[in-house]
């Protein structure tokens, strides 16, 4: 009986892992839901270029299409969006020139 008990306790703290896991992801997709504002976009940007991280370039082309999301930016170039957007513009070409895909 031992042995079983053993047993289910293996697979309780396995489903524990599974379980926080899965709701530290939750979290995150939670977080890139709610609004940021450009400074929390400069501190995530600092953060990647500064991290020892081999996958850069794909960590900014997220930040890059959370951006799209959020600000709406335009595919095709629109001069009154860029004269309203300034400051998001200028942040989204830096994410730009930074990245190497």
């Not at 999301?69 to 942040?91: G, H, S």
Request: glycine share 6%.
């Amino acid at each position: 009986m031992g042995s079983v008990n053993g047993k289910y306790l293996t697979k309780t703290k396995g489903m524990w892992k599974l379980l926080n896991a899965f709701i530290k992801t939750c979290r995150r997709g939670n977080e890139m839901m709610a609004k940021k504002s450009l400074l929390d976009y400069q501190r995530e940007y600092e953060r990647i270029i500064h991290a020892d991280q081999p996958r850069k370039g794909i960590l900014l082309a997220g930040l890059m299409t959370e951006m799209e999301k959020q600000f709406k930016i335009p595919v095709q170039r629109n001069i009154e969006w860029e004269r309203e957007n300034i400051k998001v513009l200028a942040m989204y070409r830096k994410l730009s020139i930074t990245r190497t895909l």
